[in-house]
């Protein structure tokens, strides 16, 4: 149970509390459901969960490889002493390169410049670089094209002959693995098999291919290949909807009630007062508004469980603060408020709010603000799962 506070004058007002338990058996769960390595994604401060306990967590349960999108993060993860195998796939071509290569962090490459500037680090660093090709498969987004793929084969090989990088990787992203049935899949296969036969043809020779998320690690055994990424399920969402994996979420974000007041009917709530009570009620007042991550774009549809109960908030989500119609509940200064969690005692989830907010559960967990103390729970259970599989 998670109790904030509790009376602590020097408590947090709010706090996300991390269950580093509920995500050491996510990852044992995902990496049971494959015959690939995982790859657990944690950049963006691993979804907001916080970088360190989260990689520290995953790589006890199970992962093989960390994945994170910049220079920054990888450097972060090293200078922790966190010495596993880990990919960073979003870089600018100019970039100093040096730096991660010596820190023996992978790196992916969608385009010659890229790949030069890579190789250009690696005689900086005066080793190798480890380098997976990225090609794009449907997504459009980032990944070498059709027609540039053949010259990035030619100058990845060229590079590899005078010593400075290794391709160890051939990689893509999925552009729609959360719709059942969606016929993109296959055609994504296809290419990724093509651009697959073009490198080896080319003289590369690949040992990871990798091109699933965690909506695909779930539901498309046909696209895990060597290695899986996995990102939001490893917090506890099911990346598919209506295909329970067992999931449990990691993340609640709490906070407590700081002010009540008793209010008529027809009392005006906010700016502009767009909310109006229906009856006599009770107004009470929490510490935690968009700055925050409750999601101003909720404003009108958000609920927060109060006194076991979810009560609708009243009028705006402001930067700081927002203001809860309980009603009738008894509720009182000092009382604790939840903003999502497990759902177990029936307070909204993350999936909750990204509905009521139009949006993803990536952004409601990425959205949960700096000024939010997180608090971890342990892993309980030491145990290792005995699914751990040797990477390259
Ligand atoms: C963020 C990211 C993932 C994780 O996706 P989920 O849907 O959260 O599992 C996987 N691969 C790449 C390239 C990503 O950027």
Redesign the pocket.
């Known amino acids: 149970m998670i109790e904030l506070g509790g009376g602590d004058p020097s408590a947090p007002l709010a706090e996300a509390v991390v269950d580093l338990d509920a995500i050491a058996q996510n990852t044992r769960l995902l990496a049971g459901r494959t015959g690939a390595a995982l790859l657990a994604?944690v950049?963006a401060d691993a979804f907001g969960h916080g970088l360190l306990p989260v990689a520290r967590t995953v790589l006890a349960a199970g992962a093989g490889w960390l994945g994170v999108?910049s220079r920054a993060e990888a450097m972060a993860l090293r200078d922790a002493g966190v010495t596993a195998p880990l990919l960073s796939?979003l870089h600018a071509p100019d970039e100093d390169f040096a730096p991660v290569v010596a820190a023996g962090v992978d790196l992916s490459a969608a385009s010659t410049p890229h790949l030069a500037g890579i190789a250009a680090g690696a005689r900086r660093a005066r080793t190798r670089a480890n380098v997976h090709l990225k090609v794009d498969t449907g997504l459009a987004r980032n990944g070498a094209g059709d027609g540039d793929w053949p010259e990035l084969v030619r100058r990845a090989r060229a590079f590899e002959t005078a010593g400075l990088l290794r391709v160890r990787g051939v990689w893509s992203?999925l552009a729609t693995a959360e719709v059942p049935g969606d016929r993109g899949v296959a055609e994504q296969l296809r290419r990724l098999e093509r651009a697959l036969a073009l490198a080896r043809a080319g003289g590369l020779a690949p040992d990871l291919v990798h091109l699933a998320?965690?909506?695909a690690l779930v539901g498309l055994p046909r696209t895990h290949f060597d290695l899986v990424?996995?990102?939001?399920?490893l917090y506890g969402v099911e990346?598919l909807p209506g295909q329970a994996a067992g999931l449990r979420p990691a993340m609640t974000l709490c906070s407590r009630v700081i002010l009540t007041r008793r209010v008529p009917a027809g009392t005006g709530v906010s700016y502009g007062h767009d909310y109006v009570t229906r009856a006599a009620s009770t107004l009470a007042l929490v510490p935690l508004g968009f700055a925050d991550g409750v999601p101003r774009a909720a404003t009108g549809r958000g609920r927060v469980w109060i006194a076991g109960r979810q009560c609708p908030i009243a009028g705006r989500v402001t930067m700081d603060q927002i203001v809860v119609d309980v009603g009738d509940l008894p509720v009182r200064t000092g009382d604790e408020v939840l903003l999502f969690g497990s759902g177990d005692r029936g307070e909204p989830t993350v999936g909750d709010w990204a509905r009521w907010a139009g949006t993803n559960p990536?952004e409601i967990f990425t959205g949960v603000g700096a000024r939010v103390p997180r608090r971890y729970l342990p892993v309980r259970t030491a145990r290792r799962s005995g699914r751990e599989r040797v990477s390259a």
């Open positions: 994604v950049k999108t796939w992203h998320n965690s909506a990424r996995a990102g939001i399920a990346p990536h």
